[in-house]
Nanobody
Framework: QLQLVESGGGLVQPGKSLTLSCAAS????????IGWFRQTPGKEREGVSC??????KYAESVEGRFTISRVNAKNTVYLQISSLKPEDTGVYYC?????????????????WGQGTPVTVSS
């Protein structure tokens, strides 16, 4: 059974970069579609990026600052965030799903990690 564990979150100053990791276990990652989502209090969970084989997609709100990548040999997907802004604050989740397309919607994803919190503040 596939399990996902996020890590790498923390307190970061605006303008800095951060790389989040999503480690998979119980199933080889290579064929799995992985999405990254973030949630802030009072807002719906927002899909920010997804990866399906060689295909990557990004939400317009993060295009150019977020980069998704995967190392299948490590069973890990990464989300690199550059030029961090206070509005990037939230809990970031990775999830396995059936579709990688925009908009990246949570109802296409069925297996979720526990999330890693990111706070962007000076």
């Amino acid at each position: 059974q596939l399990q996902l564990v996020e890590s790498g979150g923390g307190l970061v100053q605006p303008g800095k970069s951060l790389t989040l990791s999503c480690a998979a276990s119980g199933f080889p990652l290579a064929p799995v579609i992985i999405g990254w989502f973030r949630q802030t209090p009072g807002k719906e969970r927002e899909g920010v990026s997804c990866s399906a084989g060689g295909i990557t997609k990004y939400a317009e709100s993060v295009e150019g600052r977020f980069t998704i990548s995967r190392v299948n040999a490590k069973n890990t997907v990464y989300l690199q965030i550059s030029s961090l802004k206070p509005e990037d604050t939230g809990v970031y989740y990775c999830a396995a799903g059936s579709i990688c397309s925009t908009p990246i919607t949570s109802h296409n994803y069925t297996t979720w990690g526990q999330g890693t919190p990111v706070t962007v503040s000076s």
